[in-house]
T-cell receptor, first 111, second 116 residues
Framework: QKEVEQDPGPLSVPEGAIVSLNCTYSNSAFQYFMWYRQYSRKGPELLMYTYSSGNKEDGRFTAQVDKSSKYISLFIRDSQPSDSATYLCARCPNSGYALNFGKGTSLLVTP | DAGVTQSPTHLIKTRGQQVTLRCSPKSGHDTVSWYQQALGQGPQFIFQYYEEEERQRGNFPDRFSGHQFPNYSSELNVNALLLGDSALYLC???????????????FGSGTQLSVL
């Protein structure tokens, strides 16, 4: 079983919609969770990271971790066409360890 | 402040050849990691360098090797190229604070390698 599972989409929403992106993970050890955004032909860009259950908010983005169900979510409010990209969730078991990425979810926000 | 820079941006090789990819980390960063991203997949960890030594390695054969220089820049070498090595190769840097801080990795734009 892959450590991080992510629906590849594609997901298409109208501008202004609330977007929900989700991942599940299989390992129960203490760990960090991250969300990266990747535009076409570019490297991933860190959006948010957290290590605790609950919500973390940054502008239009909210990361949510539910460790009891091993579920990670990213919510994007007031989505914009510039949010169109692939969103990658990732985990690492400890600050010093390598990241395990999901396959990424392709998001298209239409004007 | 320059971010992570990688060269070249694109590369075409044939099976059996060898390739070297280069990376300069973000200013102030001393730890470099390399990832391979196949089309439609998430990045897969290859290895990580700190203090000019390989510190961690993912599930890649020893055809994949690397080096880190005293100025923290790094190279990724792949020998005996296979068609399946075609991918985007990403370099990421971070700053060690006791241990490498991978929760804040900064990625370069990658090198797109095509093996024919």
């Amino acid at each position: 079983q892959k450590e991080v599972e992510q629906d590849p989409g594609p997901l298409s929403v109208p501008e202004g919609a609330i977007v929900s992106l989700n991942c599940t993970y299989s390992n129960s050890a203490f760990q960090y969770f991250m969300w990266y955004r990747q535009y076409s032909r570019k490297g991933p860009e860190l959006l948010m990271y957290t290590y605790s259950s609950g919500n973390k908010e940054d502008g239009r983005f909210t990361a949510q971790v539910d460790k009891s169900s091993k579920y990670i979510s990213l919510f994007i409010r007031d989505s914009q066409p510039s949010d169109s990209a692939t969103y990658l969730c990732a985990r690492c078991p400890n600050s010093g360890y390598a990241l395990n990425f999901g396959k990424g979810t392709s998001l298209l926000v239409t004007p | 402040d320059a971010g992570v820079t990688q060269s070249p941006t694109h590369l075409i090789k044939t099976r059996g050849q060898q390739v070297t990819l280069r990376c300069s980390p973000k200013s102030g960063h001393d730890t470099v990691s390399w990832y391979q991203q196949a089309l439609g997949q998430g990045p897969q960890f290859i290895f990580q360098y700190y203090e000019e030594e390989e510190r961690q390695r993912g599930n890649f054969p020893d055809r994949f090797s690397g080096h880190q220089f005293p100025n923290y820049s790094s190279e990724l070498n792949v020998n005996a190229l296979l068609l399946g090595d075609s991918a985007l190769y990403l370099c990421a840097s971070s700053r060690r604070q006791g241990v490498p801080t991978n929760e804040k990795l900064f990625f370069g734009s990658g090198t797109q390698l095509s093996v024919l």
